[in-house]
């Protein structure tokens, strides 16, 4: 069975040293932030993933969830025991306001547990996330009352939250929807219609769940501007502020899906459900972004997550595995064989996991500390900019991450060769669990053209000067020091292909909006190259640095020197290759008419 | 359910126009291989894939092979039927020798239909499969008794073929296998031991299955040359030839895995069975390659065909799932939304895979001409020829294929967005069912490694330079063709990557072997897109000339032609990214120790 270990000193290494958390102690919920409470979150949070939640991975993927005749959804066996350990250990409240029950801390603490717990269990991991996304958009959107009624236990995790989107017909065009919503005399809405592809959408974990459900009032505009949000509790509110009268939503049935089985992905029916609009009238989709956007750097963080894991399983088989002989001679000849380790095609597929997943880490703990000077920082130009760059990177995140941390697992479980095929190992498990963060929150496709037809030009291009001017800036620094100027000049060259793709974009896509859609999934990439190359590059900053000191762990950071160059000279020639498809425009991939991609006549 | 049709128009164009089969009609089984055989044969083994095959594909994934009690296997609903049919019309006899059943056609007729078989259902196509390979290791080392007594059954498809080659301890590294053969005083052998992953290792298609099992006799070397090879049939043969005594061969168990479910991959128990020896004692890997290299071309070909039916069911959604606009505007405004088609990150997507398969295919039907050139061509020059090129793109169709066929099939599945998750629609088993390709026959490290370790610096690198020769001639011709010559600069810009790629191995793996090693999966690659490069000149050569005489069905070599051009812009930049990355060698690759691949501390 494989397993995990929370890769806590190289978190700590990003939180203490790269970002220097300790720095912002005068801000807000950052005060009690402190390098003894972060080390102690890091550890246990990580301990309590490895020791609860790992355990019930394979076996939960193996069981799935079961929807029985009445409706109702039991998760795998040992869920629930896991979800009240996690629940109690208070590892929902971290990050939440203090106002409705949380800890206050900083939402990059919190990024961290959710790494660590989509490492050990991405599909367990999934039910608190639903009901972050859900908790936030009421954070943002609700009423004193609705926050006052629903809030608190959401926050504890008593109670657990959906986003409910999708329908049959209509999936990244919301303006398709169809659910309907009937305005009541109380004030309140009937809700009818039927949702799909609803994670967490029923189970056993919590005594209510509570819906956010896009449907349309009646006579609204025919297109997403007619949009609006409703909070559809599993259990009406009885006088108590408690679960009462069971509403008109129930599970339909379970998809039956390639991976994350643990998590129940229900068709949701919703037959004159009681809903409560949250929001404004036809403002649902701003109200859904707040959800969304949390949401796509969690599926992002997805992607790091199944990379790392599948990682640790690598390693250990790697060198346990004995076939063949290194290309230099045995190198232990009073074995049969040597670990599989030694072969360096097998190194490589190590070494790509561990540059992607270390760098991955720091633009994830960068970014959720960004989500978090966006609304602590002291100045408003501070605030704005986190801002910025938060909103630029998110597709980033989510689509290049993601993307990569796919290939990341099958690499990884192509280092086990045949056993890697076979359930027992669980290295595809992986696999098919890391499949679905490419696809859901927005295919990577979407999140694509939301940082190419959006983000990019959004402002006049605030965001992606801010981007450039920040990564300029680092690379001038690191110009003036030896030990990183080659890693500079590299970096400068892969940013100079992202410069030259933007100008080409600038410079065609108005006259034709067709090349940017033909580029976007590969400016995409271009991106988050450059962004794990300006990732390493403060990395072996901070390393090079700590070596400075002669530290007492110096491996580790001459790990990060060395990994920092593997990066430069194994990932950042792909910008080049990425520009130049770019620049091919968009003429020849849509010339072909429907007929042409028949295979047969 | 996805559905399949036969590429047949591409086959058709590739064999009959591009490779010019009908000009061969002067080889030994040529001459029956007429254009009207030929288009005959295609259209015939495409409507029994389509037909018979194909509507079994997901139920078989669903189902999976039972295995009973008493050790005997039943394969899912449908496949002996299935299988019955597929030997009654005599598919399994295309290309086997006349002198024992078979009808002597062209091997690269075989291929069409292991083409096709494999893309409507690979787990089925794996049971004719193994048997081919098997018997070809038979026809190549057997005596004529041995010869007489299996080949006759095994090429009707009567019996069936395994390969029986890796233990729980022993998978790339042959040397390692404990498996023992004893001789007996009537000149067989008692084999004892266990061997794992053997597909098609039990089952009930045929009334016999003749096991091929790598072995050791006592007192043989310690390592790969201490191997012997032995026929092992499940059914001792009676004095009429006919299935006897049950042998001491039994199934233990049948492995879980991610995909193929359809193919029964089996832990045989081997116990005292009686074998008989294969070929020269101690020399039962030199045997056993002949069945290896017609089993790794058909795994490439696997990568294909998984690319190909996911490919046809990716333009099918594609056309018919509607969601959002146009970017240039609405391409149907009278309908709520435009068909997907129409965004230029799908159709990047389905041109990708369109010219992935093409060119694949080309080479795959261009690979298995040369097959058939090793025996029958009229010279020994042009035998050795055939030989060498095949010998050195062997590992090339097996690695590249089906890391691309992989992405292929993955990118397929993106197409879909949510529904592509989902195992009703299908296209997630052929994901699954893809992956194995790239693990099985030896994974695609091993191939990079039989291409650079082996086949480069063969015969003081003959293969190499003739594939370069080959291609510069077509570049030459193509330079003077004004149709031609944009495409014909770009592949040569490309060769020239892999040319320098192949002289930085050259002066530097001497020195350090690990360069070698590091390098040799971005070798692949690069040869990989420069061969298919190479094919779309071909067939863009092909296309440019049937456009001149102004045929009937002008938009399919138009199509061709503005295909050619989309590879030439999307997939050959990739090769001068590859090649800085070779270049980089291994010194960073290879530098950290193993504690530096622990993240945690």
Redesign the interface.
């Known amino acids: 069975m494989p397993t995990y ?6 978190t700590r290494f990003v939180l203490n040293e790269m970002l220097d958390l300790a720095s912002y102690g005068n801000l807000p919920g950052f005060e009690n932030a402190t390098q003894d409470m972060i080390d102690t979150i890091v550890n246990e949070a ?1 301990k309590f993933c490895s020791e609860v939640l790992a355990p019930i991975n394979q076996s939960g993927d193996e069981e799935g969830c079961t929807r029985h005749e009445d409706g109702s959804v039991t998760t795998p066996k040992g869920f629930k025991e896991a979800y009240d350990a996690y629940v109690e250990a208070g590892w929902a409240t971290l990050a939440k306001p203090e106002e409705f029950g949380g800890q206050g801390l900083p939402h990059t603490l919190a990024m961290v547990v959710e790494e660590f717990t989509a490492s050990a269990n991405q599909a367990f991991g999934m039910y608190p996330g639903l009901t972050n996304g859900a908790s936030a958009a009421l954070e943002a959107a609700g009423t004193p009352e609705q926050k006052e009624a629903y809030l608190p236990k959401m926050i504890t995790g008593e109670w657990s939250g959906t986003m409910n989107l ?1 329908e049959p ?5 919301l ?2 929807i169809r659910t309907k919503a009937e305005p009541q005399a109380d004030g309140s809405y009937k809700i009818t219609g039927t949702k ?2 609803i994670s967490a959408g029923e189970h056993d974990l919590t005594s209510n769940i509570i819906h956010l459900v896009l449907a349309k009032t009646p006579g609204a505009p025919d297109s997403s501007k007619g949009i609006s949000l409703f909070i559809v509790p599993k259990f009406i509110l009885d006088e108590n502020g408690e679960p009462g009268t069971r509403n008109g939503v129930t599970c339909g049935s379970i ?5 994350i089985h643990a998590n129940s992905t229900c068709v949701l029916n919703y037959d004159e459900a009681t809903g409560y609009m949250l929001g404004e009238e036809n403002k649902g989709l701003a109200a859904m972004f707040v959800m969304m956007n949390a949401a796509r750097l969690g599926v992002g963080l997805q992607g790091l997550a199944q990379a ?1 894991v599948s ?2 399983n690598g ?1 250990t088989y790697a ?1 346990d595995r ?3 002989r290194g ?2 001679g045995p190198a232990e000849p009073e074995a ?2 040597d670990p599989i ?1 030694v ?9 790509d996991a ?1 540059v992607f ?1 270390e760098g991955m880490r720091a633009l994830c703990l960068w970014g959720a500390l960004q989500v978090d000077l966006t609304h602590e920082a002291q100045t408003e130009e501070e605030r704005q900019l986190a801002d910025d760059l938060i909103g630029l990177m998110t597709p980033v995140i989510k689509g290049y991450g993601t993307d990569k941390g ?1 290939d990341i697992a ?1 690499n990884m ?2 280092v086990y ?2 056993h ?5 190992w669980g290295m ?1 498990q992986f ?2 669990d890391a ?2 963060a ?3 929150e927005g ?3 979407v999140q ?2 939301d940082l190419c ?1 959006r983000k990019l030009a959004s402002k006049g291009g605030r965001a992606i000067q801010a981007f450039f001017k920040m990564i300029d800036d680092e690379i001038a620094e690191a110009k003036t020091n030896e030990a990183l100027s080659d890693l500079a000049t590299k970096l400068e060259k892969a940013l100079g292909e992202q410069k030259a793709a933007t100008m080409w974009f600038m410079q065609n896509a108005m006259a ?3 090349h ?3 580029g ?2 590969h400016y995409m990439h271009i991106m988050g190259i450059v962004t794990l190359g300006f990732f390493w590059l403060k990395q072996a900053k901070t390393a090079s640095a700590a070596l400075a000191g002669n530290p007492e ?1 110096k ?2 950071y001459e ?1 990060k020197m ?2 920092a ?2 990066y430069a ?2 990932f950042l ?2 910008a ?3 520009r ?2 770019l620049e ?1 425009g ?1 003429d ?14």
Chains 1, 2 share one sequence.
């Open positions: 270990t929370a890769p806590t000193r190289d990580g999708t017909q209509c999936g990244t065009d303006g398709l799909i592809f998809e039956k899906k390639m991976g790392e990682y640790q390693v060198l004995r076939q063949g290309l230099a049969k064989a380790f072969h360096p095609d097998v190194r490589r597929m190590l070494m561990k997943n796919y099958n479980q192509q060769g045949g890697g095929y076979v359930k027992e595809e696999v098919r499949r679905i490419m696809i859901y295919t990577n496709g694509a053209m037809g034709n909006p067709n940017l859609g033909a976007a999934h762990d491996a580790f790990a060395t990994s160059a593997y000279e194994r020639p792909d080049g290759a990425l130049r498809k091919a968009s020849n991939m849509m010339a072909l008419p429907e007929e042409a991609f028949s295979t047969a006549a």
